[in-house]
C-alpha cells in the first residue's frame, strides 16, 4: 500500500483540544491524492484483480467518493472503468470520475438502486463488480488506516463515519488483540441510520427512504459483513443530525483551514455535541474533502445551517 500511497498526517488539533480539554487528533484523509480515504480500498481490491490476472473493464457503484477511487486506480493499473452513480450525486465527485476516465452511467433514486443497476450490468458483460464496502479486499484496505494510527499515537478513542460500515470495520478489526484497543465509535446521518437499523434487528435492513446531506454516508443498507464486524469489533453507534454537521464543516473550514465534506465532519459533530464521548485522547477520522459546490457555497456565505 505505501508503495501507492504514503500514511496520510495524524495532526493534533491545538483548538479542539483545549476546547474539549482532551487530546484531539485529526486523522486527514483529505489529504489522499483524491481527497478521499476510499482510495486505500480501492489499491487493495485492484492489487488483487491483478495478482488474480484480470486486466479488463471493471464496473462499480458510488454516490461518488468510491467511485472516484476505483476510477483512479482504473487509470493507474489501465483497467476500463463503469461507474454507476444515483440521480443527483455531487457534481463536483462525478467531475473528478471523468477526469480519471471513468465512464458515468447515472440514474436512481439513491446509492441501493445505482448498486442493483450496476450488479445487473456487471452479470451481463461478464466483469468484476467492485463493492463499495461489502469487500474483503475493500475492508482491508481501509484497515491500513488503524494499522498507521497504531504507529502514530496512543488513542481512548477512535470516531468515524459509518456509511456502508467498511471505514470503521476495518479500522476497529485491525485493532482486535493489541493492548489497549481504543474504543471504537460510529457515527451516522439520523436520516440514513442503517447500521443502527441492522444493530436492531440484528440482520441488514432496507431502510424506505434516506435522506441526509453527508452523501457519502447514505447507503439504505448496510451488508451481513460489515453489520458483523461492527458487533465484534465496534463499541458504540450513535446518530446525528444534519443540522449538526454544519458547525463542524464550518470549524474545518474557519479554525482548521480544511475544506471538508459532511460524511467527514460527522465525527467532530458528534464529538462536539458530546464532549466527554469515548475515552481519553481520541482521534477523528475526516474521511473525506469533496465536498459539494452548494454546501461549499452555504458554508462560505454563512447561510449553511
Known amino acids: 500500500m505505501r508503495a ?19 487530546p484531539v487528533y ?25 495478482r488474480a490476472g484480470h486486466h479488463g473493464p471493471v464496473v462499480t457503484a458510488s454516490a461518488g467518493n468510491h467511485g472516484l477511487a476505483v476510477a483512479w486506480c482504473g487509470a493507474h493499473w489501465g483497467y476500463p472503468v463503469h461507474v454507476f452513480a444515483p440521480a443527483g ?71 468515524a463515519g459509518v456509511g456502508g460500515g467498511g471505514l470503521l470495520g476495518g479500522i476497529a478489526a485491525s485493532f482486535a488483540g493489541r493492548p489497549g484497543r481504543p474504543r471504537m465509535i460510529g457515527v451516522e446521518p439520523a436520516g440514513a441510520a442503517s447500521m443502527l437499523a441492522a444493530q436492531r434487528a440484528g440482520r441488514p435492513v432496507a431502510l424506505g427512504e434516506v435522506d441526509t446531506i453527508a452523501d457519502g454516508l447514505a447507503p439504505g443498507q448496510v451488508s451481513a459483513r460489515t453489520l458483523a464486524l461492527f ?59 469533496n465536498i459539494a459546490p452548494a454546501i461549499l457555497s452555504q458554508l462560505i456565505g454563512g447561510s449553511g445551517r
Open 26 to 50: 485529526l486523522k486527514l484523509e483529505t489529504f489522499q491524492p483524491i481527497r478521499t480515504f476510499k482510495i486505500r480500498g480501492a489499491i487493495a481490491r485492484f492489487s488483487g484483480l491483478a
Open 89 to 159: 450525486a455531487n457534481p463536483a465527485k462525478l467531475e473528478a470520475i471523468r477526469l480519471w476516465d471513468g465512464r458515468i452511467h447515472q440514474g436512481g433514486q439513491g446509492y441501493d438502486a445505482a448498486a442493483l443497476a450496476a450488479l445487473s450490468f456487471a452479470e451481463e458483460q461478464g466483469w468484476p463488480f467492485i463493492h463499495g464496502f461489502d469487500d474483503p479486499e475493500i475492508i482491508a484496505g481501509q484497515a491500513t488506516i488503524g494499522l498507521e494510527l497504531a504507529e502514530e499515537a496512543e488513542l481512548g478513542t477512535v470516531v
Open 231 to 289: 458487533q465484534r469489533h465496534v463499541d458504540q453507534v450513535l446518530a446525528i443530525a444534519d443540522q449538526a454537521l454544519w458547525p463542524a464543516m464550518r470549524h474545518f473550514l474557519e479554525v482548521e483551514h480544511l475544506v471538508v465534506e459532511p460524511s467527514g465532519a460527522a465525527p467532530l459533530a458528534a464529538l462536539m455535541r458530546d464532549p466527554a464521548l469515548g475515552q481519553g485522547s481520541v482521534a477523528l477520522i475526516v474521511s473525506g474533502g
Open 4 to 22: 501507492l500511497l504514503p500514511a496520510t498526517p495524524l495532526e493534533p488539533s491545538r483548538h479542539l483540544s483545549q476546547l474539549l480539554d482532551r
